[in-house]
């Protein structure tokens, strides 16, 4: 007797469900086809437009007296100058302790990529802090302070 009871369990709980072959979309619900991309909505539109043009190049700069602390070469204040040509962005600065970068700068705050005697350098604006490596865990800064 219990095992015809449990047969016929066995058989209603199966009853209600599907073969297991149907088709679901993402949302839970069947579809004749397989295109999960059915609700996604409209193209979101046309190209953004041209492009914003030509890099914006750098800022001209003229500082002929300025205050420079150098940390790299003699770990001296100095007076020295700053100057960068927009004409094509290169940058060059007289530390005032017979030192001397040179290097490229870049957007409206000349941020500097270049070199200060043997060492490559960077800074993210001139007047700034410029970043030198000296070694291969080690570098050293020369402070522009933009002022006299």
Do not use: K
């Amino acid at each position: 007797m219990r095992l015809a009871i449990l047969a016929a369990l066995a058989l209603s709980a199966c009853a209600g469900y599907t073969p297991g072959n149907e088709q679901f979309t993402y949302d839970g619900g069947p579809s004749a086809t397989a295109d999960a991309g059915r609700d996604a909505g409209t193209d979101a539109g046309t190209d953004g437009g041209t492009d914003a043009g030509q890099d914006g190049g750098c800022t001209a700069l003229s500082l002929n007296t300025t205050s420079i602390f150098d940390d790299c070469f003699l770990h001296i204040a100095a007076t020295g100058s700053v100057s960068v040509d927009p004409s094509n962005c290169i940058a060059n600065i007289n530390t005032g302790t017979g030192y001397f970068c040179t290097g490229r700068a870049a957007g409206p705050h000349d941020a500097f990529d270049g070199g200060c005697s043997n060492f490559a350098c960077i800074s993210s604006s001139l007047p700034g802090t410029i970043l030198c490596v000296t070694g291969a865990t080690t570098s050293c800064s020369i402070i522009v302070d933009g002022g006299p």
